[in-house]
């Protein structure tokens, strides 16, 4: 039984920093997609980051490259990102996504669209930034 379960929102001022948490269960990292998406009341759910479990490969989206970093802890079968420099933006809830067994990581890289995961966490994180 797979289950994400999201942690690290807050309130921030603009500039400021947060790591959210991505706690992986029912499941062992090994070639999976694991995902970072956002959505703010009224609009789609946007792509933040993608990590490929088997080799660490990343993928950010436009913007936020170069300010947000994505993590895996391999033992722990948690996901970090890491959010530096927010933006009033940024405010969002944001919610981690699995795609479990993934073996074409290497050739095509990660899903980036929320509906082609399997897996999704269901309560979210709150980043509020002002």
């Known amino acids: 039984h797979v289950q994400l379960v999201e942690s690290g929102g807050g309130s921030v001022q603009a500039g400021g920093s947060l790591r959210l948490s991505c706690a992986a269960s029912?499941?062992?990292?090994?070639?999976?997609?694991v995902a970072w998406f956002r959505q703010v009341p009224g609009k789609e759910r946007e792509g933040v980051a993608t990590i490929y479990t088997r080799d660490g490969r990343t993928y950010y989206f436009d913007s936020v490259e170069g300010r947000f970093t994505i993590s895996q802890d391999k033992a722990k079968n948690m996901v970090y990102l890491q959010m530096n420099s927010l933006e009033n933006e940024n405010t969002a809830m944001y919610y981690c996504a699995a795609e479990v067994d993934y073996g074409m990581g290497t050739i095509l890289g990660c899903p980036k669209k929320s509906y082609e995961y399997t897996y999704r966490g269901r309560q979210g994180t709150q980043v509020t930034v002002s």
């Open positions: 029912g499941f062992t990292f090994t070639s999976d997609c």
